[in-house]
Structures are given as structure tokens and as C-alpha cells.
């Protein structure tokens, strides 16, 4: 799990940390008070409240807000545009997207993969800011809030996952 703030870039084991995520980030996720930014919420929100009952407040999610600044909002959602373009064409940035499909569980993981996992995140906030600025001058951060607390309203069904096994590297 990548968590990224204005100073800071944060990568938490979620395999090795697993009973500890729920006690440590639960009151941040839920929170009105902070805005939580993902790119294409829908699977995050639902691992988060079927495996750690974490119901995220206030989310921005920079997939959605991009597809109502280009008129693309009506899309499905396997038609949301890549982090890795919403980084480029916004922020000037070709991101490495070598790790992208990885084994992630790995460990220790190589600081290449915590490398490419920290930039994941790294750029979120920027590109909130840069967003939100447009849809508030287009007048549209209001449809774009409605959007995300609809997405973090919505029944989760529970995660029938099995927990993924940790591969450790000798």
C-alpha cells in the first residue's frame, strides 16, 4: 500500500502488516477532515472496507475527475485513463512502468519495485491540485464530490480473496 502526503511518500507492507492496517489507518481513512486522493477508487475502496472495515470520507479520485474534464465521465469504468497519462499529460512526467505487473509478493521487495511503488503515489497530490483547480474553474468540482461519495457510499460485498502468500527471497 502506497500513502502519499504533501512532504512525504509511505509504502506499508500489506502482506507482512496485515492486522495492523485497520488499528493505524482507519481513523485518517475515514476522516472528512483530510482528502483522500486515489486514481480509479473502486477496487482500493472495496479491499479496504471488506479486509480492514476502513470506509473511506472525503476521497477525490483523480481517474474520475479527469473523465469529467475531458467530457469522458459516462465511460465504464474499464475505460478510466492510466495514471501513468494523467502524469504525463498533466504534470510533464513519463512514468517507468516496468513493475507495473510484477510479483508483488516478493520479499524483502527490490528497491527498484519500492521505487516505482513510491512514485505510484507520489504524484497524487499534485494532480489533485491540478484537477481540482480546473473542475472548480469549469464549475464542476461539485458534480466531481457527489461523484466520489457516491463511490465511497456504495455496498461493498465482501472480499472472498484468499490472503496471497509472501514469497521470501533467501
Given at each position: 500500500?502506497?500513502v ?90 513519463k ?39 480546473k ?29 496471497i502468500e ?5
Amino acid at each position: 500500500m502506497q500513502v502519499s502526503t504533501s512532504t512525504e511518500d509511505y509504502i506499508i507492507d500489506g502482506l507482512l502488516l496485515w492486522k495492523e492496517i485497520e488499528k493505524h489507518l482507519k481513523d485518517i481513512f475515514e476522516s472528512a477532515e483530510v482528502v483522500k486522493v486515489f486514481h480509479g477508487c473502486d477496487y482500493d475502496l472495496s479491499l479496504l472496507a471488506s479486509n480492514h472495515s476502513i470506509y473511506c470520507k472525503n476521497i477525490f479520485d483523480t481517474a474520475r475527475a479527469y473523465c469529467i474534464l475531458t467530457n469522458t465521465a459516462n465511460i465504464k469504468k474499464k475505460a478510466l485513463p492510466s495514471l501513468d497519462l494523467l502524469i504525463q499529460t498533466l504534470i510533464g512526467i513519463k512514468m517507468d512502468k516496468y513493475f507495473q505487473k510484477a510479483d508483488w509478493r516478493i520479499r524483502p521487495l527490490p528497491s527498484a519495485m519500492l521505487d516505482y511503488a513510491r512514485a505510484d503515489s507520489h504524484y497524487l497530490i499534485s494532480l489533485y491540485h491540478i484537477l481540482a483547480s480546473k473542475l472548480n474553474e469549469r464549475g464542476s468540482l461539485v458534480s466531481m464530490a457527489v461523484q466520489c461519495n457516491e463511490l465511497a457510499c456504495k455496498k461493498v460485498k465482501p472480499d472472498h480473496m484468499q490472503r496471497i502468500e509472501v514469497v521470501i527471497n533467501s
